[in-house]
Structures are given as structure tokens and as C-alpha cells.
């Protein structure tokens, strides 16, 4: 019997390349943060899309973590339409 492959997060499983990996990740941690923000105000969806210029079906999809249906430039700009500047870390791998 074969030895269960392990990995360090589930975006290292998914993805093809490290650097898919990262992209994922830090997807993710943005929608994370904007969801937080969203609630933290106790906005509905349909104001939530309205401050960031989205449609609520959009919103939704955010608010699921539809990670695959969002780029990291428009996880950005959303961020930024609700006042927020997104600031990145490096660190060694």
C-alpha cells in the first residue's frame, strides 16, 4: 500500500505549481479579510455590492469564497472601493 501524499495547505493539494499555490492563497485571505469587513458593518449583500460597484450575484459568489471566480487585481479593487489599501508581505519560502 502506497504512503497518502501530504502537503503544507489545501492550495498546495489543488494547484499545479507553487506559484498557483500562492496566487490561491492569497485569493483567499483577501476574500476572507473583505468578507469580515462586510459583516463587521452588518452590510447586506445588495449594499455590500453597491459600495463596490458589483452586482449582488457577485457579491454572493465573494462572500462563498468562490475563490476560482476572482482575480487577485479585482480582489484588490474591491477592497479598495470599500476604503482599504491592500498591502502584501514577503517572506521566505
Known sequence: MSKPESYASVWDAIADTPEQAANLR????????????VKQH?????E????????QPRINDLLRGRVSRFSLDALVNIATALGWRVRFDLEAA
Not at 452588518?42 to 445588495?46: I, L, V, Y
Not at 455590500?48 to 452586482?55: E, K, N, P
Open 42 to 46: 452588518g452590510w447586506t449583500q445588495a
Open 26 to 37: 492569497s485569493r483567499a485571505e483577501l476574500m476572507q479579510k473583505i468578507t469580515a469587513l
Open 48 to 55: 455590500a455590492a453597491s459600495r463596490c460597484g458589483l452586482t
